[in-house]
């Protein structure tokens, strides 16, 4: 018994795992101790309106490089990985630029079309976190490529201390959005700039393989030969994350920021044990799925293994939530509050098959299942849109709009795991 343990604990998939868990847990650690204190310093008011602008930051940091940078893990050379960074990088600048002329040229107009007017002044610092986006983008798909985890784990550690630090210090003097949208701006550039540091800093082999058949490195070649990425990642990616930031947009528009503020928490405290476990899951299971398609292995046996691994572990934390969600966020961030722990305990159910679809999610690209995965996000983008407007139009309730998001995204991210199951079985039978 003992010596399997050992081997278990031993495997590099494993060990890799818990270093990045380890470095995420300690972030997590930081952000929760501080949560509390932070909560009462800005209240739900101020949580609402810094949500709808990160909202508007997770719509477009997506798309910052086209999702090219995915693809620096496919390549067989460093010479063609690094020829993906380049062009990410070239893209990222180019849709900064054409960001801030959108920006510049159409400012209130956007604003009207969004409703969003209590944070017009601050979409002016797109095109920077465009350019941020796409460096970290990069850094972290190079680094997952290398399979250099023990520095992704200190730069999520440090970054937390920073972010969260600034967040409470800043509340003391400037209780307000202004700051909270400021720090997410400049955090994304804090820790690109730390990965990149770190990473130059570590002597790491190369391990670079000849291929039989060359690779194209020109950035032309390169860009057509993962073409998939912008033609259907991209506009998958775009559209995921509009679905994600539709509760936040919609809860503003219908409720009040105070009711996103709710919704923004709650989501918050709930992405913990996916940013925990899930996030590290995916970023190592990525690289292991990408290396068992070329040597021909058993790819559902691998989601399966991953996917129930997850589940187990996740029960727990979302159960206890989804019980006792009200009393928990009362007890731990404030009286006023207890609404968004009502906001948790469904929000819980659908964050919970977010957590175990993980390998799902990083197996489709290997499996060249990219058009069904943008034919699946606009299905739940539509799906997500029409329970929301129900939940505000037909029962006037923030709570049951929340509910219907969160039941509806539980089923569809199960179809989308068993729809990966049924393309593994398919990847396999055909012919390297």
Request: with cysteine; net charge positive; hydrophobic share 50%.
């Amino acid at each position: 018994m003992k010596t399997n343990i050992k081997k278990f604990i031993h495997k590099p998939f494993v060990r890799n795992v818990f270093l990045l868990a380890t470095g995420t847990a300690a972030a997590q650690a930081v952000t929760m101790a501080l949560s509390p204190f932070i909560t009462r310093l800005y209240g739900p008011e101020v949580f609402g309106l810094s949500g709808v602008f990160t909202a508007v930051v997770e719509i477009i940091v997506p798309i910052a490089a086209l999702t090219y940078p995915i693809a620096i893990v496919l390549p067989k050379s460093d010479k063609a990985a690094k020829g993906l960074i380049r062009l990410s990088l070239y893209i990222s600048i180019i849709i900064a630029l054409l960001i801030a002329i959108l920006v510049i040229l159409f400012n209130q107009t956007i604003v009207k079309i969004f409703n969003i007017e209590e944070i017009a002044p601050f979409l002016y610092l797109l095109p920077l976190v465009i350019l941020f986006a796409g460096l970290l983008q990069v850094t972290e798909q190079w680094l997952i490529r290398k399979k250099q985890f023990k520095i992704t784990a200190k730069v999520t550690f440090f970054q937390s201390l920073f972010l969260q630090g600034s967040k409470f210090g800043f509340g003391f003097f400037y209780p307000v959005a202004s700051v909270l949208i400021f720090l997410t701006v400049f955090g994304q550039f804090m820790k690109a700039l730390q990965l990149i540091i770190l990473a130059k800093k570590t002597n790491y082999k190369h391990n670079e393989v000849e291929n039989i058949n060359p690779e194209p490195y020109s950035i032309r070649g390169l860009a057509k030969k993962h073409i998939d990425f912008p033609l259907f990642r991209a506009p998958q990616s775009f559209i995921n994350a509009v679905s994600s930031s539709l509760p936040i947009l919609m809860l503003t528009s219908f409720f009040g920021p105070a009711s996103a503020g709710f919704y923004s928490i709650g989501i918050t405290v709930l992405s913990i044990p996916s940013q925990l476990i899930g996030k590290s899951v995916g970023d190592v299971f990525y690289p292991r799925i990408a290396d068992a398609a070329n040597n021909g292995e058993n790819l559902s046996y691998l989601i399966k293994k991953a996917t129930l691994a997850l589940g187990a572990v996740g029960i727990i934390p979302y159960g206890m939530v989804g019980v006792f969600g009200p009393w928990l966020f009362g007890f731990v961030f404030g009286p006023e509050w207890i609404q968004a722990g009502e906001y948790a305990r469904w929000i819980s159910l659908g964050v919970y098959f977010m957590f175990i679809y993980q390998p799902s999610v990083r197996a489709l690209p290997v499996l060249s299942a990219q058009p069904f995965h943008l034919k699946f996000t606009i299905i739940t983008l539509i799906t997500r849109l029409a329970v929301l407007s129900v939940g505000y139009y037909v029962f006037s309730s923030d709570i049951v709009a929340i509910a219907l998001y969160s039941i509806s995204g539980a089923l569809l991210n199960l179809l989308l795991i068993q729809q990966t199951l049924i393309r593994c079985k398919t990847f396999n039978t055909i012919p390297n």
